[in-house]
């Protein structure tokens, strides 16, 4: 990678920035989960490390949440983009070399920002966690030069349209950078008071619905065809989506301060756009759903559709819950506990994670033209994450249902605590399930890269037989 | 190929999205600056200082440049007996609250009166000076309002500082750094469910109660009791003290993390705190080898644990 980032652009092979995100993503995927699993033990067993300030829980919850959001997720998606948005446009990334500047600057920016964030140092605010020196780098060094990238290689491409997946990838590198932007606002200008809680909400709400959620969604709509052979669909619901994202996805986020003492028209009006979100959620499950016609047999036989259709079907549950427990009628008893780790579990280790996996699965094949090493291995780290997500989302669910319980007939809280206690436990068995999946996953991509059949010019990976 | 094809669909794209940003921000934020400060607010950010997470005085939050809380019963200037009084004492070069920088937050008739009545924009961080929340009567309502007392009563930051002995300060706002850099709020939340939780852990908060403060740190994730008043639940100090050190002293089902590491090096009376030889006698303790756990040390005045009782004692 070193070598390339003082390279002529020319000189730099085509899908290098790609296979560097992807492999980054992979190697933040087993970081995060690794931490979240120590963070999840030591909600079990409270005693498990104790004594040191930079192993306690409150020091380390914060950095396992952003290693998966911007390292695991966020680079995941950065891969997607630097091989499928040149793909669809039928021309090579606009500058090869400004994409491994960015891994570079993504790599070192996190790592410093999470490093920090370790220590303690910490704007206090969830999700934007981060100090707001920090924030800077991640807007500048981080999301603009990816933004830049897709924008130039949307307007370089050489057919006539613009096909959806790349509506959304235009669109979220933009909205992104705007919610980084204001979100951070009370940071950079001293905000204070209800406008501090607010903003700190509307990020969190819209790095979701305008980034994970859209981009996520995007790579379903090209793995899909791609790997089935099947057009997509329907380009119109496809527009359906795109617009219903855009126009009720970025309202709802005060329906996370139900309790807080906001504007009740904004409550009410977060809340209504709230249930709209079932819109977008509908047209992309139906589309996705109705594209694989005929070729249903591949959601057993073919790993990257099994991780695609695992996740597009985890936007079912993940949106019924995420439309209505934000009403007033449902948030009362489930806000605050339980139920809401698992329904974040649900958007980003359920139905995005799988999303993404299949476009790393399926990139690496792709840009390094080699079959995947292992399908045993790569089904063995399906199955891992599917069993330990849902150990880790039935579990905390349940232990929310037993908050809510508790709360309102008014049980000593200590109570609950022990109630809680087994599903603590359920919790770290399926986190731990996930970090070992992935670090199969790890060890499966590098023998990829090693010792995969080579793919023979003009073939598709998933074209060819496995030979393990 | 440029997006020239795409002109309708920009322009559509704009719309939606400054449609969304104008309903989503710039009217919630008209609406949030128009309400005026409660005394809660007042209280809460003249304890807590400028900020209460990163900051340039305060980049890896140690609880640098944070305000002291004092009750005094003896004016600092007369020494004559006044009513018990809570004074925030900014000595020199402690930045002040948002509020005091930028009195617009306070709301117009707090601010009106902090400036005319109370000589609030007087005060300056190099001098220092202390403040206190005073309240008047406007067409019937009560109306809080900060005094800068260094102005209109000659009470400076050091003669106020030695009219409170130790059991009579509170450093809250380094306490305040301590929950925000712990995470405290990552299981305790700030603000109680709009259900019978108001019952349990009391009033919710109301609309003007956080003008100037930030983080609000209301916390999402609720995994011990709501801390809003903590403070007038449980007031004992030395509960506190067990609690934070080895929450299973005081609640053997606890799954909160010890905070002994906040003790420091020393105790109250300066002697080394020997952690490992504590752990030993707690492990023996535990596994029912002896009757009484070791003794808990009391946190000394500058230390992290002292702040951090303080700010949840006066959680009220």
Redesign the interface.
């Known amino acids: 990678m070193f070598k390339y980032l003082f390279a002529k652009n020319e000189d730099i092979p085509a899908g290098s920035a790609a296979v560097f995100f992807g492999f980054s993503s992979i190697v933040w995927f087993v970081v995060g989960t690794a931490m979240g699993s120590f963070n999840a033990a030591k909600l079990a067993f409270p005693d498990f490390v104790t004594g040191s300030e930079i192993l306690s829980f409150g020091h380390m919850r914060q950095v396992h949440v952003l290693a998966v959001i911007l390292g695991w997720i966020s680079m995941a998606f950065a891969m997607a983009m630097m091989y499928i948005t040149p793909a669809l446009g039928n021309t090579k990334l606009w500058s090869e070399k400004l994409g491994v500047w960015n891994c570079f600057l993504w790599n070192v920016g996190l790592s410093l920002g999470l490093f920090l964030l370790w220590l303690g140092v910490t704007s206090g605010r969830e999700y934007s966690d981060l100090p707001w020196p920090i924030d800077i780098v991640v807007i500048i060094g981080l999301l603009v030069p990816l933004g830049i990238n897709v924008w130039m290689t949307i307007k370089t491409r050489r057919v006539q349209g613009i096909y959806t997946t790349n509506w959304f990838f235009a669109a979220a590198t933009f909205m992104v950078v705007i919610v980084f932007t204001v979100g951070n606002a009370p940071e950079f200008f001293q905000l204070t008071g209800l406008t501090e809680a607010y903003l700190t909400w509307w990020f969190a709400h819209n790095v979701l619905g305008l980034w994970i959620t859209p981009v996520a969604a995007a790579i379903a709509y090209y793995v899909v065809p791609k790997v089935t052979g099947n057009p997509l669909y329907s380009h119109r619901i496809g527009h359906l989506h795109f617009w219903s994202v855009v126009v009720f996805y970025s309202t709802p986020a005060a329906h996370h301060l139900m309790s807080a003492p906001l504007p009740e028209w904004l409550k009410s009006f977060a809340s209504v756009e709230g249930v709209l979100i079932l819109v977008p959620a509908i047209a992309f499950v139906s589309n996705l759903l109705l594209t694989m016609t005929g070729k249903w047999r591949m959601f057993v036989e073919n790993i990257e559709i099994k991780f695609t259709i695992t996740g597009v079907m985890m936007a079912i549950p993940l949106n019924m819950q995420g439309g209505f427990q934000q009403t007033r009628a449902i948030n009362w008893y489930v806000h605050g506990t339980g139920w809401m780790v698992a329904h974040a579990h649900l958007a980003l280790l359920g139905f995005s994670t799988f999303l993404e996996a299949a476009a790393v699965y399926y990139g690496l094949q792709t840009l390094l033209r080699r079959k995947l090493y292992s399908l045993g291995l790569a089904n063995f780290h399906f199955w891992m994450l599917l069993i330990g997500f849902t150990t880790y989302w039935v579990s905390m669910t349940i232990a929310g249902l037993i908050q809510g319980a508790g709360k309102i007939y008014e049980v000593p809280y200590i109570d609950v605590v022990i109630a809680e206690h087994p599903y603590m436990i359920a919790r770290w068995v399926g986190g731990t399930m996930v970090f070992l999946g992935n670090c199969v996953w790890l060890y499966n991509m590098w023998m990829t890269a090693r010792a995969g059949t080579v793919i023979p010019a003009g073939r598709l990976p998933h074209e060819l037989a496995y030979e393990r | 190929?440029?997006?020239r094809?795409?002109k309708v669909g920009a322009r559509?794209?704009g719309l939606?999205?400054g449609?969304?940003?104008f309903?989503?921000?710039y009217?919630?934020?008209v609406?949030?600056?128009s309400?005026s400060a409660t005394t809660t607010?007042m209280e809460r950010?003249l304890a807590f200082g400028r900020?209460?997470?990163?900051s340039y005085e305060d980049?890896?939050?140690r609880g640098h440049g944070k305000p002291v809380t004092v009750d005094i019963v003896l004016d600092p200037k007369t020494g004559a007996a006044i009513e018990p009084t809570r004074a925030y004492v900014y000595t020199p070069e402690i930045p002040f609250p948002?509020?005091v920088r930028h009195p617009r937050?306070l709301g117009e008739l707090p601010s009106e009166l902090s400036v005319s009545k109370g000589r609030m924009t007087d005060a300056d961080e190099a001098q220092g000076a202390v403040f206190v929340v005073r309240e008047t009567t406007r067409e019937g309502i009560s109306v809080p309002y900060i005094e800068n007392v260094t102005a209109t009563r000659g009470w400076t930051p050091e003669a106020t500082l030695a009219r409170a002995d130790d059991k009579n300060r509170a450093f809250i706002g380094k306490g305040k750094i301590m929950f925000?850099?712990?995470?405290?709020?990552?299981?305790h939340?700030m603000?109680?469910?709009?259900?019978?939780?108001w019952?349990?852990f009391g009033a919710?908060?109301?609309?003007g109660?956080?003008?100037?403060?930030?983080?609000?740190?209301?916390?999402?994730?609720?995994?011990?009791?709501d801390l809003t008043h903590v403070g007038s639940r449980n007031s004992s100090r030395e509960w506190m003290m067990l609690h934070f050190f080895n929450?299973?002293l005081v609640?053997p089902?606890?799954?909160?993390?010890?905070?002994?590491?906040?003790w420091g090096d020393v105790d109250a009376d300066g002697r080394p705190i020997d952690?490992d030889a504590w752990?030993a006698a707690y492990d023996e303790y535990e596994a029912g080898n002896t009757i009484y756990p070791p003794e808990v040390p009391v946190p000394a005045v500058d230390s992290e644990a002292r702040a951090l009782i303080d700010f949840i004692i006066n959680l009220k």
């Open positions: 190929m440029a997006f094809e795409y559509m794209f939606a999205f449609s969304s940003m309903i989503t921000l009217m919630p934020a609406d949030i600056a309400v607010a950010q900020v209460g997470g990163f980049p890896f939050l948002n509020g937050i925000v850099r712990e995470g405290c709020w990552w299981c939340t603000l109680p469910e709009q259900t019978q939780d019952q349990y919710p908060p109301m609309l109660d956080f003008n100037g403060e930030s983080p609000t740190a209301f916390g999402s994730d609720r995994k011990g009791p929450p299973r609640q089902h606890s799954i909160m993390p010890r905070y002994d590491y906040m952690y752990r």
